[in-house]
């Protein structure tokens, strides 16, 4: 993937809208983190190939940092942590990683479903 | 000497990380090993350092790497097809009788699989737990010895001493080959364990003390 260019992110959120589409959104950090740090927790979190519409969508960060936000009929998809982005086969990936390359966060929009 | 071993873990890379010494060990004595590995590992977070896998391209990659490994360590594969992180949520008789379906077939004098319960990730718990049903239905005479690896930080202090300690010091070099072919995940995974010490010593020396012997508990029925 590749760090995000904001214009470009939104032109292809753009081009999911109004349509219907399949998401995958999750967060995660991992299954070791109260093993290696009794201190902390693990927690995570992830849906795949859920069905959804959204009418309006706005992608906002600091250039380095981006948050998602998707406006569908009756609520939202949001996620925060997003730093990088890459098409595959049409379908949208955004990934937030951490500073050893491992994945925080994603969201993913595609008009077929994600392989399961 | 063992006729056939079967090593039953959930995702790519436990194999390496687990028991590559004694499935090298084994093999150096001409016994054959088959590795029934359950999932792909697709839900892992490690996508290479730098990244090079997504999560949709991750699983292919994964699948290479696990017949990568299996190739340096010389020995059969199976993949079983669950997705990782969702084996816990599957109805554990029916992973067992999955499971069977390869022992039967192999008809192994030694498992080696995770210690329910006591091997961290979820997923380790419970294909662990299938394994060792999957052995239970087996006819007493005819079961192989299941050797059941822990390593939750309450161990020792639970399970008490480990009754197998395989000292791999001479198979090291081959472990850490068949580790580094995971290449998307082995650098993450073995910077958990500099982050975990909070020191800044030598890679080589701390895979040695967390790798260097690989442990189980004989699992009795």
């Known amino acids: 993937m590749k760090p995000i260019e904001i214009d470009k992110v939104q032109d292809k959120l753009e081009h999911f809208k109004n349509k219907q589409i399949y998401i995958h959104l999750e967060t995660t950090n991992g299954a070791y983190a109260s093993h290696f740090n009794q201190d902390k927790y693990n927690v995570g979190a992830y849906i795949r190939n859920a069905k959804a519409s959204y009418h309006q969508a706005k992608i906002v960060g600091d250039g380095k940092s981006f948050r998602v936000g998707l406006k569908m009929e009756i609520g939202w998809i949001y996620a925060e942590g997003l730093t990088d982005w890459e098409m595959l086969d049409s379908k949208l990936l955004m990934a937030g990683h951490d500073r050893e390359g491992r994945l925080m966060v994603s969201l993913q929009i595609s008009e077929t479903p994600f392989s399961y | ?221």
């Open chain 2, 1 to 221: 000497m063992e006729k056939h071993v079967v090593v039953i873990y959930p995702h790519p890379d436990d194999e390496s990380f687990g028991a590559a010494g004694t499935v090298a060990k084994f093999r150096s004595e001409g016994v054959p090993v088959t590795y029934l590995c359950g999932t792909l590992g697709e839900m892992g977070r490690n996508m290479g350092n730098p990244t090079f896998a997504n999560r949709e391209t991750l699983p292919e990659i994964r699948k290479q790497e696990l017949m990568d490994a299996c190739n340096i360590l010389d020995m059969e594969l199976e993949m079983l097809g669950y997705r990782d992180k969702t084996i816990e949520f599957e109805d554990r008789r029916q992973v067992a009788h999955h499971i069977k379906t390869y022992l039967d077939k192999i008809n192994p004098s030694l498992v080696i699989t995770h210690y329910p319960g006591f091997a961290v990730h979820p997923d380790h718990n419970a294909y662990g737990a299938a394994a060792i049903e999957a052995v239970s239905l087996i006819e007493p005479e005819n079961r192989p010895t299941v050797w059941a690896q822990a390593f939750s930080n309450d161990t020792l202090e639970k399970l008490g001493t480990p009754d197998i300690k395989n000292d791999i010091e001479k198979y090291f070099d081959k472990k850490i080959k068949a580790i580094l072919a995971h290449a998307s995940q082995a650098i993450g995974v073995i910077s958990q364990y500099r982050n975990a010490d909070n020191i800044q010593s030598d890679l080589n020396e701390l895979a040695k003390q967390n790798l260097g012997i690989e442990r189980f508990y004989v699992w009795k029925y």
